[in-house]
């Protein structure tokens, strides 16, 4: 491990800046994991970026395979990493409150490594049609790749926003598309492939067969009875209602305790939250239920 040379990095103090302003407490563990030691390797990288950066020439054909993993967590410079931490920051929050922690650590460790592999196919590919070995040269650092691949998911969980690019109010459903290019034709240096890669690893989960895979894999290697992410029943607390729907019902609820001064007809408190009226049973279903409870003692 090497130190990086000292001097004034603006995009680094600008970045501790961003998450004080958010706050500690307020970052989810996985989400501060990946900001601490993308910033610790900034300081103190693992080697120089020649030697941790991913291409086909020195991942593919040297076998390199370290840097699938080297590659997403070393920066070029100071501004590289502000931006991507700061978006890494936004994601993150978001889709670990949505996800979870445990899922979202396994997401980003897989979204690395396909990425990577993903970035070194097209690389070869454009370097065979367009017989450019440069292509296979080109070496990319980064994790801009995975955060191009968790605003897809992001996306895909919070369907229906508008995003301004340069300007214009694009649709969650495009935006992907519209950055890749946006970013190419701004800053030519970025790697066209590698966000691409990004898009592509992304909709390989939220379309394509990736998440079932990874959900299949984690059930046969979690430990023997446990189900994973095997969604709890919680039917009996919300009476099989939907969010939206238990929303209303609390909303209409504290309508009616308001009405009747917090109370029914009958003079006793209504449960807070959403509450299902009692079904009127006819003399008969009573005497059936009564009957019932007496043999059971």
Not at 135 to 154: E, H, I, P, Q
Not at 162 to 170: K, P, Y
Not at 232 to 237: K, S, V
């Amino acid at each position: 491990m090497q130190r990086r040379q000292r001097g004034i990095n603006t995009g680094l103090l600008l970045l501790f800046y961003e998450i004080s302003r958010v706050g500690f407490e307020n970052i989810p563990p996985v989400t501060l994991g990946i900001l601490a030691l993308n910033i610790i390797l900034f300081l103190n990288p693992l080697g120089p970026l020649s030697e941790v950066c991913i291409s086909v020439n020195e991942s593919f054909y040297r076998k390199n395979w370290q840097r699938l993993l080297l590659s997403p967590i070393h920066h070029a410079d100071d501004w590289h990493l502000y931006f991507n931490m700061v978006s890494m920051l936004w994601k993150g929050i978001m889709l670990e409150r949505k996800l979870g922690s445990i899922w979202l650590a396994y997401i980003i460790a897989v979204f690395s490594v396909l990425i990577g592999v993903v970035y070194m196919v097209l690389e070869y590919t454009l370097a065979e049609i367009l017989d450019d070995p440069t292509y296979k040269m080109s070496c990319a650092v980064g994790f801009s790749g995975v955060l191009f691949a968790l605003k897809v998911l992001n996306n895909h969980y919070n369907p229906g926003r508008f995003s301004s690019v340069l300007g214009m109010q694009i649709s969650s459903k495009y935006v992907c598309w519209v950055e890749l290019v946006a970013i190419h034709l701004i800053s030519p240096g970025a790697s066209f492939a590698g966000h691409l890669a990004g898009i592509l690893v992304g909709m390989m989960y939220t379309v394509g067969p990736l998440e079932k895979i990874m959900k299949a894999c984690a059930e046969h290697y979690s430990h023997p009875g446990y189900q994973y992410s095997t969604p709890r029943n919680y039917d009996a607390y919300t009476g099989g209602l939907t969010e939206e729907e238990q929303l209303e019902r609390a909303v209409l609820n504290s309508l009616n305790e308001r009405d009747f001064g917090g109370a029914t007809h009958n003079n006793v408190r209504r449960p807070y939250g959403f509450w299902l009226p009692p079904e009127q049973l006819s003399e008969e279903e009573m005497r059936r239920q009564r009957l019932r409870r007496f043999e059971r003692r």
